[in-house]
């Protein structure tokens, strides 16, 4: 019923910048709120930031505070994370999610509704 598939992830300079895309496939995306995780090999999957279903509120991780921007287009049922000033301790698998409800995307990882595939960014030292 939901489908999101993410694209942007590749290979960036220390530094540099990439911007992933979320898109979202189903009827209703203006009412979720939308997010990004990421995991690192042998870590735990880690929030990252999110965004309510009207754009209004935006959150995140203290690790990425001041250097990536999420946003959403609902007209194109969109999702996009800008990443900027990258680092080493950015490499990782960066997921897509959708919750209904914005407080337990945020805080409640295992509860969330909807999971992308993730896509993969490397940001070598």
């Known amino acids: 019923q939901v489908l999101l598939v993410e694209s942007g992830g590749g290979v960036e300079r220390a530094g540099g910048s990439l911007r992933l895309s979320c898109s979202f496939s189903?009827?209703?995306?203006?009412?979720?709120?939308m997010g990004w995780f990421r995991q690192a090999p042998g870590k735990d999957r880690e929030f990252v930031s999110a965004?309510?279903?009207?754009?209004?509120?935006?959150y995140y991780a203290e690790f990425v505070q001041g250097r990536f921007t999420i946003s959403r287009d609902n007209a194109e049922n969109n999702v996009y994370l800008q990443m900027n000033s990258l680092k080493s301790g950015d490499t990782a698998r960066y997921y897509c999610?959708?919750?209904?409800?914005?407080?337990?995307?945020?805080?409640?990882?295992?509860?969330?509704?909807?999971w992308g595939k993730g896509t993969l960014v490397t940001v070598p030292p």
């Open positions: 965004i309510s279903s009207t754009g209004t509120s935006t």
């Open positions: 189903g009827r209703t995306f203006s009412t979720y709120a």
């Open positions: 999610v959708a919750d209904s409800d914005v407080v337990r995307l945020v805080v409640n990882k295992d509860a969330i509704e909807h």
